[in-house]
C-alpha cells in the first residue's frame, strides 16, 4: 500500500480524499496556488507544496509542477480528484513515465474514452445500446444531409472530443443542417482544439441515468447502482440522487450489466461512471464514460455502505477487489444538493468572496462535504463550488423532507447561493413526483424568482445558530425559556 499519496486538486475533493487516506493510514500531500495558502484542503492535509499563481495552467492543471510536487515529497501515488488532470491522458502519462501511481484507469484508456467517437464504436461493437448515428467526414455537407435524412430529424451535432453537453446543435430541419454543423464544428475547434464531429438521433424528454463502476487490475469488474442526475441547468448538474425513480429491479440489473460491458470492453480500471439516456419506454443508450471520480459519488457511497475512494487507491495499489457484486445492496434513499457561491438574481453566475460565516448543517443522515471556512476567501479562478450537501433516508420522500431541513439549517453568509432555489425545487410537486428530465429546469424552474433573499435565508439559519448554540444574547436580552420558540418563528418565516 501507498505509504504518502498527493492529492492534485483542492477545495471539497481534495478535503474528501484526505479523510479516506487518514483512515487508511496514508500521509497526504496537498498542493497549492497563490491564493490558496489558507485553503481547507491546505490545512486537512499532513504536507502542502506551494505549486504556483493562481490561474490553472501556472499550479492545478500543471502537470511539470504536479509531478515535481510529488517527487519532492516522495509520494507514490497522485488522485487527481474531479476536474482539473482527472481525464488528461497525458497527465496519467506523465505519472507513469515517472514511476508515480496515478489513480485512476491508464492513459489509454483515459484518451479512448476521451474520444466520444472511439468510446461510441466500442460501445456499439459490444453490444451496450448507443443512439442511432454516424460519423462522416465533416467538410461534406451532402453526406451530412444524407446522414440526418438517414437517422432522421431531430439530430443532435456533438464534438468527438467534448462532454458535458459542450459544443453540442440540435437541428430540427435540413434548412439549419450545414450552419449547425459549421458552428459546432468551430466551437469544439476552440474549445477542445479538435473540429471532429458527429451526429445522433436527438432525443427528446430522456433522463440522465448513470451507473458508478468499479474494476480492478485482475479482471474484476462490478456496479454500484445507479445515480439519476437529470435535474440539471446549461449541463451542470444540480440535484442528484440514487435510486433514481425511473428503474424497475429488471432495468437496473440491465444498466448495470451493460455498464459492466462497457467497462470490460473498454479495458477499464479504477473506478468511473458509464452514463445513459433512458426514455419514457425504458430504453437506454450510452452517452459517455466519465472516467473519474464523480462530484455526486457521495451519493452512491450513502446507500451502499462503500467508500469509492478507498477503493480507487486500493484498486491502484494492485489489490483485487474486496468486495463482489453481491455485496452491493441499496439501502435507503440519498441526494445531494450542490451547495455554489452563485447568485440565483443574476443567472446563477459565480459570486465569489469571502465567506463571513458558515455553519454547516449536521444531524442524523447528514453529510456536508465542504471546501470552506468561516473567513476563507472563495478564489474568482476556480469552480465556485463550496460544499455537497448529502443526505440519506429510507425513504425518498424522508430524504426529501431531511434535505429541506438541511438546507434550512444551513448558513452561509458572505457570498450568495442557491439554497433557497434549491429548498423550491425540492418542495415542488414534479420533484416530489419524482417527474425528472433533463429539462426539468427549464420547463418548471425556467422563470424561478427568488421570494427571499438570498441574505434573508442565510440570516435565518444564521439567527437560529446563535439561539441553538445559546449566544441569544446576542439577539436579545429574555432567557430562553421566555422567548417564543425562535425555531417556530424561523420555520415560518422561510417557507
Ligand atoms: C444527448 C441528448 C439527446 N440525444 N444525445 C449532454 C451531455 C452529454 N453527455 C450528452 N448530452 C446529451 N446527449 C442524444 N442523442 C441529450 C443530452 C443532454 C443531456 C444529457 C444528460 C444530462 C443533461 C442533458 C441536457 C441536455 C442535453
Known amino acids: 500500500m501507498f505509504q504518502k499519496i498527493l492529492i492534485a486538486n483542492r477545495g471539497e475533493i ?3 480524499i484526505m479523510k479516506t487516506c487518514r483512515e487508511m493510514g496514508i500521509t497526504t500531500v496537498a ?11 491546505v490545512m486537512n492535509a499532513d504536507e502542502a507544496v506551494h505549486v504556483g499563481q493562481a490561474e490553472p495552467s501556472e499550479s492545478y492543471l500543471n502537470i511539470d509542477k504536479i509531478i515535481a510536487a510529488a517527487k519532492d515529497t516522495g509520494a507514490t501515488a497522485i488522485h487527481p480528484g474531479y476536474g482539473f488532470l482527472a481525464e488528461n491522458a497525458q ?4 505519472c507513469q513515465d515517472n514511476d508515480i501511481t496515478f489513480i485512476g484507469p491508464s492513459a489509454e484508456v483515459i484518451r479512448n474514452l476521451g474520444d466520444k467517437i472511439i468510446a461510441r464504436n466500442i460501445m456499439a461493437k459490444s453490444g451496450v445500446p448507443v443512439t442511432p448515428g454516424i460519423t462522416v467526414d465533416s467538410s461534406d455537407h451532402s453526406a451530412w444531409a444524407q446522414a440526418a435524412e438517414s437517422i432522421g430529424y431531430p439530430v443532435l451535432i456533438k464534438a468527438a472530443s467534448g462532454g458535458g453537453g459542450k459544443g453540442m446543435r440540435v437541428v430540427y430541419s435540413p434548412d439549419n443542417l450545414k450552419e449547425s454543423c459549421e458552428t459546432a464544428a468551430s466551437e469544439a475547434k476552440t474549445a477542445f482544439g479538435d473540429s471532429t ?10 433522463r440522465h441515468v448513470e451507473i458508478q463502476i468499479l ?3 485482475q479482471g474484476n469488474a462490478i456496479h454500484l447502482l445507479e445515480r439519476e442526475c437529470s435535474v440539471q441547468r446549461r449541463h451542470q448538474k444540480i440535484i442528484e440522487e440514487t435510486p433514481s425513480t425511473a428503474l424497475t429491479e429488471d432495468l437496473r440489473e440491465k444498466m448495470g450489466q451493460a455498464a459492466i460491458t462497457a467497462a470490460k470492453a473498454s479495458g477499464y480500471v479504477n473506478a468511473g461512471t458509464v452514463e445513459f439516456l433512458l426514455d419514457d419506454t425504458g430504453k437506454f443508450y450510452f452517452l459517455e464514460v466519465n472516467t473519474r471520480l464523480q462530484v455526486e459519488h457521495p451519493v452512491t457511497e450513502m446507500i451502499t455502505n462503500v467508500d469509492l475512494v478507498k477503493h480507487q487507491i486500493e484498486i491502484a495499489a494492485g489489490r483485487p477487489l474486496s468486495i463482489t457484486q453481491k455485496d452491493i445492496v441499496g439501502q435507503g434513499h440519498a441526494i445531494e444538493c450542490r451547495i455554489y457561491a452563485e447568485d440565483p438574481e443574476n443567472n446563477f453566475f459565480p459570486s465569489p468572496g469571502k465567506i463571513q460565516f ?6 442524523p443522515g447528514i453529510r456536508n462535504d465542504c471546501g470552506v471556512y468561516t473567513n476563507f476567501e472563495v478564489p474568482v479562478e476556480y469552480d465556485p463550488i463550496l460544499s455537497k450537501l448529502i443526505v440519506f433516508a429510507e425513504t425518498r420522500n424522508l430524504a426529501i423532507q431531511r434535505m429541506i431541513h438541511a438546507l434550512r439549517c444551513y448558513a452561509i453568509v458572505g457570498v450568495k447561493t442557491a439554497i433557497g432555489f434549491m429548498l423550491d425545487v425540492l418542495s415542488s410537486e414534479p420533484f416530489q413526483k419524482g417527474d425528472t428530465y433533463t429539462n426539468f429546469i427549464d420547463v418548471h424552474f425556467g422563470d424561478w424568482k427568488p421570494v427571499l433573499s438570498d441574505k434573508e435565508i442565510a440570516c435565518a ?4 445558530d446563535n439561539f441553538l448554540t445559546g449566544k441569544k444574547d446576542s439577539i436579545n436580552s429574555k432567557t430562553q425559556s421566555e422567548m417564543p420558540s425562535l425555531w417556530q418563528q424561523l420555520g415560518n418565516f422561510r417557507l
Not at 461 to 464: D, P, Q, R
Request: charge should be negative; proline fraction near 2%.
Open 215 to 217: 474494476c480492478d487490475s
Open 31 to 41: 498542493v497549492y496556488s497563490d491564493v490558496d495558502t489558507a485553503a481547507l484542503h
Open 91 to 94: 497527465f496519467a502519462q506523465a
Open 197 to 206: 464531429i458527429y451526429m445522433e438521433k436527438y432525443l427528446d424528454r430522456a
Open 14 to 16: 481534495a478535503v474528501r
Open 358 to 363: 458558515l455553519k454547516e448543517p449536521t444531524g
Open 461 to 464: 439559519a444564521f439567527l437560529a
